[in-house]
């Protein structure tokens, strides 16, 4: 039987514990985000079924994937109302795949590097979207959602 102090001291060890770390990808996966255009996000539905996964532009960042879009999406409607989880498969719909959980998020920095980096990455895109995105961020019309693997 363990002693009061005993348990106590278990108790404080494993508050000190990381809780909800994310997950590290494998090397592989982390490649295929640095080098792939797409990603396809299938939002986990109330019931527990999958969207059909939406191709989007994205930025990979700090060990996480961010995207931009509308404040009305079901991907961002389903994070406020707290389905969080996430299926992320990286290059095309049958690719490599990771599971995440998503969060909308005020980044102003993130923000400003995604828009840098998608005017290089989307390059043929990017001239028709970019005012979008920018006054997107501005007013409203658009939010950040940060994806981090589980």
Same mark, same amino acid.
């Given at each position: 039987m363990r002693t009061p102090k005993r348990t106590i001291a278990w108790f404080l060890l494993l508050c000190l514990?990381?809780?909800?770390?994310p997950a590290a990808l494998d090397s592989e996966l982390v490649k295929a985000l640095e080098s792939s255009k797409y990603v396809y996000i299938s939002s986990q539905r109330k019931d527990g079924s999958w969207s059909r996964p939406a191709e989007?532009?994205?930025?990979y960042h700090n060990d996480a994937v961010y995207v931009g879009t509308r404040p009305e999406s079901w991907r961002a409607k389903r994070? &406020?109302? =707290? +389905?969080?989880r996430a299926r992320i498969a990286v290059g095309k719909p049958d690719?490599?795949?990771?599971?995440?959980?998503?969060?909308?998020?005020?980044?102003?920095?993130?923000?400003?590097k995604m828009l840098q980096v998608f005017a290089?990455?989307?390059r043929d895109g990017w001239s028709r979207?970019?005012?979008?995105?920018?006054?997107?961020? &501005?007013? =409203? +019309?658009?939010?950040?959602?940060?994806?981090?693997p589980e």
């Open positions: 514990l990381p809780v909800g770390s989007i532009w994205f930025l994070i &406020r109302w =707290g +389905r969080t690719g490599p795949t990771f599971y995440a959980k998503g969060a909308i998020v005020e980044e102003p920095a993130t923000v400003e290089t990455k989307y979207h970019e005012e979008s995105f920018r006054q997107g961020f &501005r007013d =409203g +019309r658009r939010v950040l959602i940060r994806y981090v």
